[in-house]
């Protein structure tokens, strides 16, 4: 345990950085999971679902989609903007690769 000052709340900090980060890694693993089940499985409506926001009636956004997930990983500083690029990347182009599969 920390014993000066400054220690101590450094220690309070990233206690609450690694708890916002983990919680923000967790969404875009459940989403990433689920679009690559969806790409195995050559369902190509649940893979678009999964990749894009999904909106209701309102045109509220019900569910974020995995686009927006790393958008939102780059823009909290959890991920770098050119590894949110190349996720982005790989998986608009596992999609495109199942669109023309079927």
């Given at each position: 345990?920390?014993?000066?000052?400054?220690?101590?709340?450094?220690?309070?900090?990233?206690?609450?950085?690694?708890?916002?980060?983990s919680h923000f890694k967790?969404?875009?693993?459940?989403?990433?999971?689920?679009?690559?089940?969806?790409?195995?499985?050559?369902?190509?409506?649940?893979?678009?679902?999964?990749?894009?926001?999904?909106?209701?009636?309102?045109?509220?956004?019900?569910?974020?989609?995995?686009?927006?997930?790393?958008?939102?990983?780059?823009?909290?500083?959890?991920?770098?903007?050119?590894?949110?690029?190349?996720?982005?990347?790989?998986?608009?182009?596992?999609?495109?690769?199942?669109?023309?599969?079927?």
């Amino acid at each position: 345990m920390p014993i000066i000052k400054s220690a101590k709340k450094q220690l309070r900090q990233n206690k609450k950085k690694n708890a916002r980060n983990s919680h923000f890694k967790e969404l875009y693993r459940e989403a990433r999971v689920a679009f690559e089940k969806a790409v195995k499985e050559g369902d190509l409506k649940a893979a678009k679902a999964v990749f894009f926001s999904t909106k209701d009636k309102d045109g509220k956004t019900k569910k974020s989609g995995l686009q927006s997930i790393i958008d939102k990983l780059v823009k909290k500083n959890i991920i770098h903007k050119n590894n949110g690029s190349r996720k982005k990347a790989k998986f608009a182009k596992a999609m495109k690769s199942l669109e023309k599969a079927s």
